[in-house]
């Protein structure tokens, strides 16, 4: 599906992507969603990756709110630009890194239907036009809410998938 430009797309395909990625995670046996990814990837495995969504919706979230009290966020992160989002990513990764696989899941899942609170609550309007909020600066606040949902439970998605491809566990 193309990059949402409804809040019916939004909502579905947020859903429809985060649905996605949980059910290939419950389609693994328990060994394999426990076990680190070969090497090459930062997040070392579903755990990390779990997290890592989490804490971007954690980002997303406070942009939110600082923003709508019509206050500038600190974006990406305090002490952080979109140029050094490698190294915010590390400082996730480090934060949670030995995060169990069902805490990483049920934070997840908290902070997930707090974004899609979010959703529900404002109007095709108000998240797609462009400029509407100024913390949003020359974009929607639709293009943010694709970021942190549909377009990033895509990419753990993905990860995941290609991380465990060889993996012995999958038949």
């Known amino acids: 599906m193309p990059r949402p430009k409804t809040k ?3 909502f579905k395909l947020s859903r429809g992507n985060y649905k996605k990625l949980i059910d290939l995670i419950d389609s693994l046996p328990v060994e394999e969603q426990r076990a680190d990814f070969p ?8 755990s990390d990756v779990l997290a890592h969504l989490h804490h971007w919706h954690l980002m997303f979230l406070d942009w939110y709110y600082v923003g709508m ?4 966020p600190e974006m990406p992160a305090s002490g952080y630009s979109w140029k050094s989002l490698p190294d915010l990513n590390k400082k996730i990764w480090e934060d ?3 995060m169990e696989l069902d805490d990483a899941r049920k934070l997840l899942r908290e902070s997930f239907d707090e974004v ?10 108000e998240l797609f036009e462009k400029k509407r909020y100024r913390w949003t ?3 929607s606040l639709g293009a943010y809410l694709v970021s ?3 377009s990033h439970y895509d990419w753990a998605y993905k ?9 012995p566990f999958v038949t």
Do not use: C, F
């Open 137 to 139: 600066g020359s974009t």
């Open 69 to 72: 009290k019509d206050e500038k």
């Open 8 to 10: 019916e797309q939004l």
């Open 159 to 167: 990860l995941i998938k290609k991380a465990t491809k060889s993996s």
């Open 148 to 150: 942190a949902t549909s």
């Open 96 to 98: 949670y890194k030995d």
């Open 39 to 46: 090497e090459g990837t930062m997040n070392r495995n579903i």
């Open 116 to 125: 899609q609170k979010i959703i529900q609550r404002h109007t095709e309007k």
